[in-house]
């Protein structure tokens, strides 16, 4: 089955056009990249104009479009009209920043590909079914909130590689991931299910990132916005868009940082790093034990050194470095623990276009 699969940003895209055979396994890539915004129109017009002068699109069976929320409803992949189209925008309040692209690029693939099947695919799907011990915020049940958690295509691409790789069934499995770039988040997965993740109600909550603050006494917004004569809605808006290593440092690029010499560079990596390895030791009792840890995302995938940072003195626990492998892991996948340890430590690049092709043509199929 020829399946696209569409992943939109604010200003570009990231897709795969790839052959999915009955095993759900991807036979044949036939194009990927990244198309950057700037011809005026939506990213996914150009792509489906390329494609087509290519005759890419010939023989194409379905469409699959990553959401990064799906709220309540939507735990599974789900065919596409305009009811759904309706809740995914309603659904915009929660993840300001992604769902109304996501939704927009929808509309342009189904009046590109009139008739072809459109499928959404759900960054929180995977932590859907998280226990009430994950899942729950301890707050009155009726203000009708809980914790979603993101990222979850990119975890469950981790979990289900690092099984392929080792050998091991993932049902067995105790892991821990790292999807760390821009947006940063970790996951704690007791056979092949999410039973607890960083993230929250929205992106904003758990590790620091680029440009968000992660973790915060909730009450900080009354505070600020008290003491500076701003609005609350401001307040929160710094926190996704002004904090974060931004915040900390005055640059949200982590390879700046990691070049720069000053006392807030430093500072902005010590609590970059520091945040994340809180989070691996809780997890680590959760999850009653350890297998693995995954690193994946572009700083998680390139940055040698924050992966030091961040499991730097966790040998207590099982956790042993190679320095001479994680060192010279910069791109692609490989093991970056020592030979010893009781605890592997895999980078693994995340490939969300690969689990929406495969989750849309099981779809497809099954319909």
Known sequence: MRVLAVNSGSSSL???????????????RLSEGKVEAGSGRHPVQDLMADLRQRGLLDGL????????????RFVDPVAVDERVLA??????????????PAVAGIREALAALPGEPE???FDTAFH?????????YAVPRDWGVRRYGFHGLAHRWLAERYAELSGRPLAELRLITLQLGSGCSAA???GGHSIDTSMGLTPTEGLVMSTRSGDVDPTLVQFVSQHSARSPESVVEDLNERSGLLGLSGSADMRQLLRATGAQAREAIEVFTYRARKYVGAYMAALGGLDAVVFGGGV????????RRILDGMEWLGIELDAARNQAR???EGVISAAGSAVAVHVIPDDEQALICRDTAALVRKR
């Open 128 to 136: 859907a079914r998280m226990p009430p011990t994950g899942a729950l």
């Open 300 to 307: 998680g995938e390139a940055a040698p050194d924050i992966r």
């Open 14 to 28: 990231k897709h795969l056009l790839a052959e999915v055979d009955r095993d759900l396994r991807i036979r044949e």
């Open 188 to 190: 704690a997965i007791a």
């Open 119 to 121: 499928v959404a695919v």
């Open 87 to 100: 809740d995914l925008d309603a659904l915009s309040e929660l993840a300001p920043l992604h769902n109304p």
């Open 61 to 72: 069976e379905a469409v699959g479009h990553r959401v990064v929320h799906g709220g309540d």
């Open 330 to 332: 910069t791109s692609g």
